[in-house]
């Protein structure tokens, strides 16, 4: 039987990701009082190692993974780029095979889409997107998840996304195609999520909006969020700040959105660029529950990819 891997949102039914974060909210409830070190009362995980590869910095995916793990019972194998020889002297395949006959299941930040797929394509043990070029699906559970505990049912809500079209921006449509909801995605022209992506969106029956204007795709929101102009892929900073200083989240936008609308940000944040630090510390964000909410979701992917409940 093939593994069962985590690597796009797109490749699931709406139910499945419904079981999953029905899975992370039960688990979230469960563990109310408890200490961040226990583990959980039945160690799903016990006898479990899994791998947790960067070639990209990372403080919330590596801390919520590890942690995670260990709350389930589990055990991690932390590799960075500098320690592996994945894609220079050992190619991406072999890399897959090796690991597959010393872990359980692979975790991976990387550059590349394409290392990831190819990774998945060639391990016999799961493999999970912790954040490409092209996508973060993680992310985007997590801050269904913490939508829906602050606003309702996701396929009630408004969101609208205020920026860079990137890899987030994606997850998100590939989210709303699967499980409901409008997305309204207000991005430069030369930053919009690929034509591809949205393409395969309205194929799909998605109700997306794209617009030049920030205050079109906030209009009565449930929901903003944003990320950071510059990723440390990005090479021409200037230019994308010049293009994106018009989607600035502040407290004039927010007052287009609906009164009860909650502001998301994925971090890592940068006050007076992307947002302002009157929205990113006042009343309306949910940025640390939705930070928080990456542990939680990623343990019921773990537990979903192992095939367990």
């Known amino acids: 039987m093939p593994p069962q891997h985590f690597l796009d949102l797109s490749e699931f039914e709406g139910a499945?990701?419904?079981?999953?974060?029905?899975?992370?909210?039960?688990?979230?409830?469960?563990?109310?009082?408890?200490?961040?070190?226990?583990?959980?009362?039945?160690?799903?995980?016990?006898?479990?190692?899994?791998?947790?590869?960067?070639?990209?910095?990372?403080?919330?995916?590596?801390v919520s993974f590890e942690v995670g793990i260990r709350q389930l019972g589990g055990e991690t194998l932390l590799v960075s780029a500098s320690d592996m020889q994945i894609g220079r002297g050992e190619t991406i395949a072999d890399t897959a095979r090796v690991l597959s006959r010393f872990v359980d299941a692979i975790m991976i930040r990387a550059q590349h889409h394409e290392d990831l797929l190819e990774l998945a394509q060639h391990a016999t043990v799961p493999v999970i997107n912790g954040l490409t070029d092209k996508s973060h699906p993680c992310q985007i559970m997590a801050d269904i998840l913490t939508l829906e505990e602050h606003v309702g049912p996701l396929a009630e809500q408004t969101i609208a996304w205020v920026g860079d079209g990137n890899n987030v921006a994606t997850s998100f449509?590939?989210?709303?195609?699967?499980?409901?909801?409008?997305?309204?995605?207000?991005?430069?022209?030369?930053?919009?999520?690929?034509?591809?992506?949205?393409?395969?969106?309205?194929?799909?029956?998605?109700?997306?909006?794209?617009?030049?204007?920030?205050?079109?795709?906030?209009?009565?929101?449930?929901?903003?969020?944003?990320?950071a102009w510059v990723s440390m892929h990005d090479a021409d900073a200037t230019n994308r700040h010049n293009l994106l200083k018009p989607f600035q989240v502040n407290a004039a936008l927010m007052k287009r959105a609906a009164r009860d609308a909650i502001f998301m940000h994925c971090l890592p944040a940068h006050r007076g660029e992307e947002v302002t630090a009157e929205v990113m510390d006042g009343p309306q964000s949910v940025v640390f529950d939705e930070a928080e909410n990456r542990l939680h979701a990623q343990k019921a992917i773990l537990l979903h990819c192992f095939g367990l409940k």
């Open 173 to 227: 449509v590939h989210a709303v195609t699967r499980m409901g909801g409008k997305l309204r995605l207000a991005c430069p022209q030369a930053l919009s999520v690929s034509p591809s992506v949205l393409q395969w969106a309205r194929i799909n029956g998605a109700d997306i909006t794209v617009t030049s204007s920030a205050e079109v795709a906030v209009n009565g929101a449930s929901c903003v969020v944003t990320d």
């Open 16 to 62: 499945t990701l419904r079981n999953i974060l029905n899975s992370a909210k039960a688990m979230k409830e469960a563990r109310a009082g408890q200490s961040r070190g226990a583990r959980e009362l039945h160690a799903p995980l016990n006898g479990k190692i899994v791998a947790l590869i960067f070639q990209r910095p990372s403080t919330r995916t590596r």
